[in-house]
């Protein structure tokens, strides 16, 4: 999945999922998605603050996922590894900051 901007705010939640689909939903206008074959491209502008949810079948189910803002590896659970700003707790949700987004 790759986002193709940094926001002027905003996050990415990452949450575990029943479904076998990956899925991502914003919560407002703005974006527009292209999808094609194991990919996702969420077409974001700089001056965005909208935060999007990114529900992830789990392990196994799906095979390797990884998440880019900006072209820069923000979340992988192909070596499960990940540098969210935040972790949620059990929940087992990371939020990443579209804003200033951290690298791996």
Known sequence: ???RSTQAAG???VVPSTSPQ???EGDGDGAT???GENTIVVNNRPSDSISYTVRLPLTG???A???RIAGS???SNTDNTSTPRVNAGSSNQYILDLKRPPQL
């Open 1 to 3: 999945m790759l986002f």
């Open 11 to 13: 996050t990415v939640h």
């Open 22 to 24: 990956l899925s991502v």
């Open 33 to 35: 998605y292209t999808v």
């Open 61 to 63: 189910s799906a095979g």
């Open 65 to 67: 996922m990884n998440i």
């Open 73 to 75: 590896l923000v979340y």
